[in-house]
């Protein structure tokens, strides 16, 4: 995603969602999983990592199927959850957990089986507090976490994806957002330009994080809500999501970088639109 702070300045957040939910109910997948050639449930992931796993014990939105640790897993779990398990946990060893959520995973022992969160609808999103996220194309599930544990760090209301260029809700994308998930909703909708259209209409001031405009600046925006639309990492913003900004803006980088990672620009200009109020 371009994020550059442009040369010339013109002037100038539990449970999850898409607009469209029997659409979205029919393009869950079934996932496979290497144990013994089986199968997980339709609408089910491998949820792992402590602080997923205690974000999504606390969510009254989850459905839990199964919980899988190590003995230092369950302890931790234990220990730092406020209510009991819904469930005894059975014990996994080192290849099983990499056989359910990859080799590479930092799963602390932690693996809980779990049914994608229940949508909310765009319109009910915008009734919760703070500023809204909008990600046009972001495919990167790693990105969208980080983003998500920015939001949640914020105050944002929720992180809008689109219905088919955007990750499913994986463990991945959970373990990346370390519990956000299950406290921002991540919202998915099928047409962002009408989306942007519909905020403002509810009086979002909708920004479009990319070089070509002003310099973002959270003290203009009065008593309007920020709605900040970052786009895909090296293709920006498309055109018609930028025909339907109130604003294009990039972010004051006075160094030598003229970019940041997409996840990094929407913690900075989170921070931007938060600071004064």
């Known amino acids: 995603m371009r994020n550059r ?9 539990a ?9 979205t109910a029919a393009r869950e997948p079934s996932r496979p999983s290497r144990r013994s050639g089986g199968t997980t449930p339709r609408g ?6 402590l602080h997923p796993a205690l974000a999504a014990l606390a969510n009254p939105e989850r459905r839990i199927r199964q919980i899988l640790t190590t003995e230092e897993g369950e302890a931790a779990l234990r220990q730092r959850l406020e209510a009991s398990l819904p469930m005894q946990p059975q014990r996994a060893d080192r290849a099983r957990f990499e056989a359910l959520c990859g080799r590479d995973a930092v799963h602390q022992g932690v693996a809980i089986l779990t049914d994608i969160l229940p949508p909310l609808a765009i319109e009910d999103a915008v009734e919760r507090p703070g500023p809204l996220l909008l990600l046009d194309q ?10 998500l544990r920015s939001a949640a760090a ?9 219905d088919r260029n955007a990750p499913d809700e994986t463990g991945a994308l959970a373990k990346a957002a370390s519990g956000a998930l299950d406290v921002v909703p991540l919202v998915r ?3 962002l330009a009408r989306t942007l259209d519909l905020l403002k209409a509810r009086n979002f001031w909708v920004v479009g994080l990319d070089a070509g405009g002003g310099v973002l600046d959270g003290g203009t925006f009065g008593q309007r809500r920020a709605a900040l639309v970052l786009g895909a990492e090296g293709d920006g913003l498309r055109r018609l ?7 294009i803006a990039g972010l004051a980088m006075p160094g030598d970088m003229e ?7 929407a913690a900075v200009a989170l921070y931007e639109v938060t600071r004064r109020r």
């Open 138 to 147: 972001v495919t990167d599930p790693r990105n969208v976490g980080a983003i």
């Open 5 to 13: 702070s442009p040369r010339r300045p013109d002037a100038r957040t």
């Open 241 to 247: 999501t930028r025909e339907h900004c109130d604003e």
């Open 154 to 162: 914020f105050g944002a209301a929720a992180v809008v994806v689109m």
């Open 15 to 23: 449970p999850h969602s898409t607009d469209n939910r029997a659409e």
């Open 259 to 265: 970019s940041l990672n997409v996840s990094n620009a």
């Open 44 to 49: 089910t992931y491998w949820l792992y990592g």
């Open 189 to 191: 909708v099928v047409n």
